[in-house]
């Protein structure tokens, strides 16, 4: 008789979808992984339930690979179920690793989102607003409970290891099953990151660094920048300088700013306030010394930032639930 193969399940929480694509976009190669792994559940591919994820025994799934942040009560009940159904849970794309583009909510409460979604921007003379249990006289509708704020796959259940990306590059993501198929040499220590590498996308970027001086920031449409030459020295913000490589610098290659979505390299606990450092220290105001008044100080800063809208929506893009919202 022949050997089981060992269980593999996707799962998408609060996401775009992103995630699945890369997963889909692996094609062929689907197939030659479904001859080492026995492919149970993926709401996108996979016509499988949650009543068949919770027929399993526990730890039966072998990994779960689950992408999408923690918004609401149903994921948060997908993330205490897979966890407890998978021997090891892999926290895949920005999403899931540091809240991803979905956490930028946090930058406004609930009840503010609430009121601009329902009330201002809908046209509700009632004021009606989503409730987990509505009384109608056919029944009783229930909806998952929207969270105060988004949290990452690791805030609410135990992580095994981490694939960083929006979504992750489809050759690490191929990397990763490799090892998970036993074809890929051994598996790191639990907690590590996956499908990436430990450097920042500098390291990968063929760009000729300089000192970074720069008088303002401009906008990547604002010009053709040379292509040699880094973008920051060109005045683009560029976060490569503190986002983990692993992509192979894809977006400086192409002429626009890496935009952070691998999240910190190693050793950096806050991308976000290593990018306002590092981006900061490439800022040229004049002469502190003739500058002696912090009012004037702030202009300068304020009008060199000019070009940068959002600061706090540039730095803390893909990780701002990593960061546990200090950037506000
Ligand atoms: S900051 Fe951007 S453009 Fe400059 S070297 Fe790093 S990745 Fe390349
Ligand atoms: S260059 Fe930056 S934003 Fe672009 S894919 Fe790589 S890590 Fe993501």
Known sequence: MSKAKPKLAVYWASACGGCEIAFANL?????????????????????????????LADGEL??????GAIRTSENEEWAHLLRRKSRLLVAMGACAH??????????????????????DGTDNPQGHLPSARTVVPEGVLTLPVFS?????????????????????????????????????????????????????????????????????????????????TCLVEQGIACLGLATRGGCGALCPKVQMPCIGCYGPPEGIYDQGAKLVSALGSALDIGPIRD?????????????????????AGLVGKFHLAGNRGRLV
């Open 148 to 228: 105060e704020r988004v949290s990452r796959l690791s805030d609410v259940v135990p992580v095994d290891y981490a694939i960083p990306g929006c979504p992750p590059e489809e050759h690490q993501l191929w990397n990763v099953l490799l090892l998970f198929m036993g074809r890929g040499g051994e598996l790191p220590a639990p907690g590590s990151i996956l499908g990436a590498g430990e450097a920042s996308v500098c390291a990968e970027c063929s760009r000729r660094r300089s000192d970074k001086k720069i008088t303002a920031f401009r906008r990547p449409w604002e010009f053709v920048p040379d292509p040699e």
């Open 27 to 55: 094609g062929e190669k689907l197939l030659e992984l479904t001859e080492h792994l026995d492919f149970v559940f993926c709401p996108c591919l996979l016509d499988a339930k949650r009543a068949d994820v919770e027929a």
């Open 62 to 67: 072998a990994v779960t690979l689950f992408d």
């Open 291 to 311: 500058l002696r008044d912090p009012a004037e100080i702030a202009a300068r800063v304020d009008a060199a930032l000019d070009a940068i809208p959002d600061i």
């Open 98 to 119: 540091g809240g991803g583009v979905p956490a930028l909510s946090n930058l406004s409460t609930r009840a503010e989102h609430f009121r601009s979604v329902y009330l």
